[in-house]
């Protein structure tokens, strides 16, 4: 069967890290997420996190071809053999040129592009309000609560806040996004895979209209 892959797009606080989760657990696949993989090099402190960290920290985009070749050594991995759910890639034109072409080496292609749409007005109080798990799981103070504060439900570990969801940094990362990746809107829509969701339901809701999106491509 020839891979499967979709790409989750739309604003910093939009919900594709939350619906990315649960969109490739109900469909098998593997949620590959751009930022969650920056940031555990930051963790580990290897050389390409030492050189992501100077561009997150300023809400700036990592240079494309480090990216690029970051995606393709994780999409090349045996796990990804039925394809990917891509959250935070591609970002720029750039990026969804060698998206395409890495792809097609792999056998597959962009079968769907959720594009979560929410206001600018809402991001900011999302993001202030996010609560990471080291595990990755996204929580938000008011709108998806732990079930003890700041304590992950399902490994107990501590729940933070990220250095980059800071407001000031926060207003620079929307218009990084409405200048470099909002372009990929009309990108996907002239390749007839882009399907608009109204980001602004509940998380349960949203899933579900992306779920049926993807059932009718
Ligand atoms: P992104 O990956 O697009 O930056 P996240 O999935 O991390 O977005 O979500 C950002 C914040 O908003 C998180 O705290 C998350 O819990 C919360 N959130 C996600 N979806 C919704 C929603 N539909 N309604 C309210 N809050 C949401
Ligand atoms: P969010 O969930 O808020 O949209 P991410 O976790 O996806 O944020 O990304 C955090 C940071 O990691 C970005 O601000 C950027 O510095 C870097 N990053 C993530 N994905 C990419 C990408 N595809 N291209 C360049 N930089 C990226």
């Known amino acids: 069967m020839a891979p499967m892959y979709i790409v989750m797009l739309g604003p910093p606080g939009a919900g594709k890290g939350t619906q990315a989760k649960k969109i490739a657990q109900n469909l098998d696949l593997v949620h590959v997420s751009t930022g969650d993989l920056f940031r555990e090099n930051l963790k580990n402190e290897t050389d390409l996190g030492k050189l992501a960290q100077q561009y997150m920290n300023k809400g700036e985009l990592v240079p494309d071809d480090v990216t690029v070749r970051m995606v393709e050594e994780r999409l090349s991995r045996p796990d990804c053999e039925l394809g990917a759910v891509l959250d935070g890639f591609p970002r720029t034109p750039e990026q969804a040129e060698a998206l395409g072409d890495l792809l097609e080496k792999l056998g597959g292609e962009v079968k ?32 998806n609560p732990p079930k003890v504060k700041w304590i992950d439900d399902v490994d107990g570990s501590e729940l933070y806040q990220r250095e980059d969801d800071k407001p000031e940094t926060v207003r620079h990362r929307i218009e990084v996004y409405n200048q470099q990746t909002a372009p990929l809107i009309d990108y996907y829509r002239s390749q007839e895979v882009l399907v608009e969701i109204d980001g602004t339901k509940p998380i349960e809701e949203v899933t579900d209209d992306i779920m049926k999106a993807i059932e009718e491509a």
């Open 112 to 143: 769907v592009v959720p594009y979560i749409k929410v206001p600018d007005e809402d991001l900011v109080e999302r993001l202030s309000g996010r609560w990471m798990s080291p595990s990755g799981r996204v929580y938000h103070e008011k709108f």
